[in-house]
């Protein structure tokens, strides 16, 4: 498979400071690859930067980021937002925060579909939107789309933005800590429709973490970052029982007690 994302010798500050410092990788077509650390190591800053969606007070220093052989950094800001509504598609941590509390889910889809698609009617609108809804596994999404954000569980909410994100059938979607506010069993069932999403359409996912657990359920290939730094790099298996740098190795000391690993499994 081609590398549809490279990342080549990307160095980030926020102001003055580094934070990130000459990261390098890449992500092929179809594959899944976690980029995982810890608080302040810099892999939501990489995964922002690939977005488009840095602060201000963010500056790319050094190094280039290419998506499908195209240079990402050198695009308007205008054709930014074009590629992420369409061949990229990102969702964030926090799903409440992704949907206006004043509309119902099934408003929201509508004006989204309307917005890529001008002049498609509200009632084929809100016919994908549950279909995509059903993709999901959620119950009865008939119902559903008359619902306000309030009205639904994170789960269910983060299976909301996923199925919105999806409906652009983008090559690539980016993963911002989708499950870390969400309980251990709804983590679960989240990280089994990311993969069949996978497997299904091909989309690729990076996707940031500050858990093993998550990488070991979910990556095919995984990264580990410490102080902006990648300091491991290679296929899932080979980091987690193999690892090579004492940081990995503390992120695996890290991992849940057996109990929760089962319900993740």
Not at 105 to 129: A, M, V, Y
Request: hydrophobic residues 40%; charged residues 20%.
């Amino acid at each position: 498979m081609k590398k549809l994302l490279e990342i080549v010798n990307l160095s980030i500050s926020y102001g003055n400071r580094p934070t990130v410092k000459n990261v390098s990788l890449h992500l092929r077509e179809g594959e899944i690859h976690c980029l995982v650390g810890g608080t302040g190591s810099g892999k939501s800053t990489v995964l922002h930067a690939i977005a488009g969606i840095s602060s201000k007070a963010v500056t790319v220093t050094g190094g280039e980021i290419l998506f499908d052989g195209a240079a990402l950094l050198a695009k308007t800001e205008s054709e930014r937002r074009s590629l992420l509504g369409s061949r990229i598609a990102l969702i964030f941590q926090n799903p409440e925060a992704y949907f206006d509390s004043l509309m119902t889910i099934g408003d929201q889809f509508t004006e989204f579909l309307q917005h890529i698609q001008p002049g498609l009617s509200k009632e084929n609108c809100l016919k994908i939107s549950t279909e995509a809804l059903r993709k999901m596994r959620l119950d009865d999404p008939a119902r559903l789309i008359r619902l306000y954000p309030f009205e639904l569980s994170g789960g269910m909410l983060q299976r909301c933005s996923i199925a919105m994100a999806m409906l652009t059938k983008p090559k690539l979607l980016l993963a911002d800590e989708p499950t870390s506010a969400l309980d251990i069993v709804t983590q679960a069932k989240i990280l089994g429709e990311l993969k069949l999403l996978n497997q299904e359409t091909g989309t690729a996912i990076l996707m940031v973490t500050h858990n093993m657990k998550v990488a070991e359920t979910l990556a095919d290939t995984v990264s580990v970052m410490h102080n902006g730094e990648i300091v491991e790099t290679g296929a899932t298996d080979l980091v987690l029982h193999h690892p090579v740098h004492s940081y990995t190795k503390e992120l695996i000391r890290s991992l849940p007690t057996m109990e929760e690993a089962r319900l993740i499994d």
